[in-house]
């Protein structure tokens, strides 16, 4: 009788750790959260009183954790000395890579759709002094946040990226 009710524990014990497996998979403790769809971001302030919000579209690529994405950056400046404006609305392609819970975004410019600075359009070669924007990020919990840092080769700005609320027909 001894055997038999050992041999019931065990199968319980591994029956559970099966399932805590399963449910941790399932939460996305171990297993990697989907990043598909559409994201909203908003960076912090910098370079005095400028901002960076816009929309990322994400699509899975072949490999694990990896996405192909789509970017629409814009940026509001405006400067406390003078009150001049500069605006900047700019596609980008871009690749994402998801390593547990942290996520590497890395733009390439497309076009630029919209340039304004000192109250004048940029045109031409005055386009060419924007950099593409790339993020370090950090899933939080429950997957539909994520929070970190824009980065390119002048800065590091504080950046809040949440999931788009989806509309349903």
């Not at 359009?121 to 997957?143: A, C, H, M, Q, W």
């Amino acid at each position: 009788m001894k055997h038999r009710h050992s041999r019931r524990a065990i199968a319980a014990l591994a029956t559970a750790a099966v399932l805590g497996i399963a449910a941790q998979t399932a939460s996305g403790q171990q297993g990697a959260t989907d990043l598909s769809g559409p994201w909203r971001f908003e960076s912090g302030t910098f370079d005095g009183d400028c901002t960076m919000s816009g929309g990322i579209n994400l699509k899975p690529a072949a490999q694990t954790g990896a996405y192909t994405c789509s970017m629409i950056v814009e940026t509001h400046c405006r400067n406390a000395d003078d009150g001049l404006y500069e605006y900047w609305r700019v596609r980008e392609t871009c690749t994402a890579k998801q390593t547990g819970g942290r996520v590497q975004i890395t733009g390439k410019i497309d076009r630029v759709e919209d340039a304004t600075m000192y109250g004048e359009k940029l045109i031409g070669d005055d386009r060419s002094s924007y950099v593409p924007d790339n993020f370090e990020l950090t899933i939080r919990p429950g997957g539909a946040e994520m929070s970190g840092q824009m980065v390119d080769r002048l800065r590091r700005v504080s950046t809040r990226v949440w999931r788009e609320a989806e509309l349903v027909s």
